[in-house]
């Protein structure tokens, strides 16, 4: 794991774009643009990271940012994607618990998650093991693209 470079980019748009266009998980239209994409996860107010597999590619990739600004911005937010080719493989809980240790570096006192979707049980199992835990659930507040609305759940770790 290493911090994200510019020339990463290309990369990770390819790991990301199905992830989005799939509309399962992220807060985005499914048809977000390549520049709104990147600058919806580039943060200039924290830190970008990707996993690297043997051969060099991206397989993971997660951004760490203040959750509130002023009296808040000891909080961090952060949002994680696992290449479909990698998922499976334990990959999400070591990012996860990477990123805390470098939100902790930062600065950071918690970490809080505003929108894990329910129905992603991959990512929740994940997010708990990595200490995360569910401080509440709003009802109905993801749809999917099926047409059905889903619960999503607020999780939280003191750091």
Same mark, same amino acid.
């Given at each position: 794991m ?7 980019? *290309?990369?990770?748009?390819? /790991?990301?774009? &199905? /992830? ?6 992220? *807060? ?8 709104? %994409?990147?600058?919806?996860w580039?943060t ?21 940012? *203040? ?7 000891? /909080?961090?937010? @952060? ?5 479909? @080719? ?16 470098? %939100? ?5 006192? @918690? ?11 991959? @990512? ?5 093991? %990595? ?6 659930t709003? *009802?109905?507040?993801?749809?999917? &693209? ?11 770790? %003191?750091?």
């Open positions: 290493r911090e994200q470079q510019e020339h990463d980019w *290309p990369a990770l748009w390819c /790991v990301l774009a &199905p /992830v989005f266009r799939a509309g399962e998980t992220y *807060p985005l239209p499914r048809d977000v643009s390549e520049a709104d %994409a990147k600058r919806y580039i200039s107010d924290g830190y970008n990271g990707v996993a690297i597999d043997g051969s060099g590619e991206i397989v993971g990739a997660y951004y760490l940012r *203040p959750d509130q600004g002023g009296p808040g911005a000891h /909080v961090c937010n @952060a949002g994680y994607v696992i290449a479909k @080719a990698a998922r499976g493989r334990g990959l999400a809980t070591p990012l996860c618990l990477q990123s805390q240790d470098r %939100a902790r570096a930062m600065g950071f006192r @918690a970490m809080k998650f505003n929108l894990v979707v329910a129905a992603n049980a991959a @990512a929740i199992r994940a997010w708990k093991k %990595a200490g995360m835990d569910i401080i509440g709003t *009802p109905n507040a993801f749809l999917l &693209p099926d047409g059905h609305f889903v619960d999503a759940h607020i999780m939280y770790k %003191a750091l």
